[in-house]
């Protein structure tokens, strides 16, 4: 079976620039995560959908991100403007919603540089 | 809501010796408890976890952990640990019920094994 795919796995851009992150999840599973992981604060949640429909984005760090969930197999995570401290590696997740007991599968993450 | 403390950030280790990396957590309901890896330029994935019955539970690549209810502990274990276990690793929870399964990381435990 396919796992998470995500795509860029690596992106340098700069400041100022749109980055655009984006995230198939497995086939099947309704609920979809992303989390920024950084040397300093570790993995965040930074958002999460239920069957599309985004459910807590308290983790989203500013306006500048946003993410969406136009369909059950494709997400996207875009920041807008980019700024240095935005570099980590960003990842998503996804498991199923019902019947579930918390287990999350990950894609290979996508590292962002800011420069 | 749930914490998870994961009490080393470091733990070096000499090929074929033995390893633990500890796991506290704190909730005011019931959880899951899980073990992810993270291998290095990878995503998380899952190495263990317990859900019920016996409290010894044994994950891919040899390793075991052991949920103590009363120290509400799941320390994670490897008799002789490889070169090739040196990776992250990361203990979370997921609440059994309230609503929410979203699992809650630790921050992490760098393994690292030397020759």
């Known amino acids: 079976d396919a796992g998470v795919i995500q795509s860029p796995r690596h992106e340098v851009t700069e400041m100022g620039q749109e980055v655009t992150l984006r995230c198939k999840p497995i086939s099947g599973h309704n609920s979809l995560f992303w989390y920024r992981q950084t040397m300093m604060r570790g993995l965040e949640l930074l958002i999460y959908f239920n069957n599309n429909v985004p459910i807590d984005d308290s983790g989203m760090p500013e306006d500048r991100f946003s993410a969406k969930m136009p369909n059950a197999s494709f997400s996207t995570l875009k920041i807008q403007p980019s700024e240095p401290r935005d570099s980590a590696v960003y990842f998503c997740?996804?498991?199923?919603?019902?019947?579930?007991?918390?287990?999350?599968?990950f894609g290979e993450g996508s590292r962002l540089t800011v420069l | 809501a749930q914490s998870v403390t994961q009490l080393d950030s470091q733990v070096p280790v000499f090929e074929e010796a033995p390893v633990e990396l500890r796991c506290n957590y704190s909730s005011s309901v019931s959880v899951y408890l899980f073990w992810y890896v993270q291998y290095p330029n990878q995503g998380l994935q899952l190495l263990l976890k317990?859900?019920?019955?016996?409290?010894l539970v044994k994950g891919i690549n040899g390793f075991e952990a052991e949920f103590n209810k009363s120290q509400t502990s799941f320390h994670l274990r490897k008799p002789s640990v490889h070169i090739s276990d040196t990776a992250e690793y990361f203990c979370a929870v997921s609440p059994r019920s309230g609503g929410s399964y979203i699992p809650t990381f630790g921050r992490g435990t760098s393994l690292i094994v030397h020759p």
């Open positions: 997740a996804s498991s199923r919603l019902t019947g579930t007991t918390g287990e999350l599968f």
């Open positions: 317990y859900l019920s019955g016996s409290t």
